[in-house]
């Protein structure tokens, strides 16, 4: 009896610590989205944060219009992969754009944190 007791809390204690390993380790993928848009024009805002205006053309769930916060972590490269300047970006670009899904409920949607931006087309 005592032996299946120990048996059983050892195969539960196994179960939660797959499942916490799974989750610290998947838990910044699932909030990653991943979309292409049509670069519209660069906005810098008044306290110098620079933002880029697209248009969506896939994953589209309301408005197809978004801001994107670009600063000094998101990665901005040509279709090789290989850095480029957000200057090289222009209105009518094709893009694909890597970001947390979270966004601030300004109008456009506005997403804070933008991994990459991979020009795909000019």
């Keep these: ?40 024009k660069t906005i810098t805002q008044p306290d110098g944060e620079v933002r880029l205006s697209v248009e969506r053309t896939t994953e589209i769930y309301s408005s197809p219009m978004n801001s994107l916060g670009i600063s000094e972590s998101t990665e901005i490269v040509d279709m090789d992969g290989n850095p480029i300047m957000l200057e090289e970006i222009r209105s009518g670009d094709i893009v694909k754009v890597i970001l947390k899904n979270a966004f601030n409920e300004e109008k456009p949607f506005y997403y804070p944190t933008v991994y990459e931006i991979q020009l795909i087309n000019n």
């Design 1 to 40: 009896m005592n032996r299946k007791r120990l048996i059983i809390i050892g195969l539960v204690l196994a179960v939660i610590a797959i499942i916490a390993v799974l989750a610290i380790t998947q838990s910044p993928k699932w909030s990653r989205l991943s979309f292409e848009a049509i670069v519209q």
